[in-house]
Nanobody, 119 residues
Framework: QLQLVESGGGLVQAGGSLRLSCAASGSIFSVNAMGWYRQAPGKQRELVAV??????NYADSLKGRFTISTDNAKNTVYLQMNSLKPEDTAVYYCNVQGRTSPLRKFGSWGQGTQVTVSS
């Protein structure tokens, strides 16, 4: 049974910072990619950042403000968000892809954590 537990969301003023965490636990054989997505009210879920095999990919509009990192020993992914803007308000979801065995892949979503940026 795989479980992703997110933490770190909350309310912050514009210009502030937050750090999100997502810890994966359970029957994990290997992890191939860990990432963050967000969904604002009335909008589709969009990519924030993903890290895979040491390479990172960010949404163009977020480069320079957001930083993704991982602790592979803990199967944990972080998202450091700086210079937050009201338009960053959304529910942030982590996504982890990997294998539970050499022959079985998995892809799981976290429960989501609310980030609200006030102006």
């Amino acid at each position: 049974q795989l479980q992703l537990v997110e933490s770190g969301g909350g309310l912050v003023q514009a210009g502030g910072s937050l750090r999100l965490s997502c810890a994966a636990s359970g029957s994990i054989f290997s992890v191939n990619a860990m990432g963050w997505y967000r969904q604002a009210p009335g909008k589709q879920r969009e990519l924030v950042a993903v890290i895979s095999s040491g390479s990172t990919n960010y949404a163009d509009s977020l480069k320079g403000r957001f930083t993704i990192s991982t602790d592979n020993a803990k199967n944990t992914v972080y998202l450091q968000m700086n210079s937050l803007k009201p338009e960053d308000t959304a529910v942030y979801y982590c996504n982890v892809q990997g294998r539970t065995s050499p022959l079985r892949k998995f892809g799981s979503w976290g429960q989501g954590t609310q980030v609200t940026v006030s102006s």
